[in-house]
Nanobody
Framework: QVQLVENGGGLVQAGGSLRLSCAAS????????MGWFRQAPGKEREFVAA????????RYSDSVNGRFTISRNNAKSTVNLQMNDLKPEDTARYYC??????????????????WGQGTQVTVSS
C-alpha cells in the first residue's frame, strides 16, 4: 500500500496562485496513476486532475483546464498541482489519490485505492 501526505494549501486572493504537493511512500511510485480531487462543504468530492505513471498523459476537469497543471517527480515520489488564476469557487479541501496498477486514467472517486488527508485551499474574492 502507499501513504500520501499533502501540503501547500492556504488562503489566497482571487487571481492568485498556489502549489500543492503530495508525497508518497510505500510501494513503487511508478505503479500508480496519481490524481487530485477536491471537496467543498456540502458538495460531493470531485475529480480535478490526474496523470499516468510518467506524466505523459494528463487529464483535467473542465472547470480547471487551462488554469491548473498536474506534474509528478518519480525520483522524489511526489505529485504536484500548480493552481493559477484561482477563483472563489476553487475553495475546497484538496485530496491526493493513487490508483494502483492501472494504465488508463479514471475520474471516479471509487477508482482510486489510496487517499491522503487533504489540504485546505481557500480563495477570497
Amino acid at each position: 500500500q502507499v501513504q500520501l501526505v499533502e501540503n501547500g494549501g492556504g488562503l489566497v486572493q482571487a487571481g492568485g496562485s498556489l502549489r500543492l504537493s503530495c508525497a508518497a511512500s510505500g510501494r513503487p511510485f511508478t505503479d500508480y496513476i496519481m490524481g487530485w480531487f477536491r471537496q467543498a462543504p456540502g458538495k460531493e468530492r470531485e475529480f480535478v486532475a490526474a496523470l499516468d505513471w510518467n506524466g505523459g498523459v494528463t487529464r483535467y476537469s473542465d472547470s480547471v483546464n487551462g488554469r491548473f497543471t498536474i506534474s509528478r517527480n518519480n525520483a522524489k515520489s511526489t505529485v504536484n498541482l500548480q493552481m493559477n488564476d484561482l477563483k472563489p469557487e476553487d475553495t475546497a479541501r484538496y485530496y491526493c489519490a493513487a490508483d494502483y496498477g492501472q494504465s488508463n486514467i479514471y475520474t471516479g472517486i471509487y477508482d482510486y485505492d489510496y487517499w491522503g488527508q487533504g489540504t485546505q485551499v481557500t480563495v477570497s474574492s
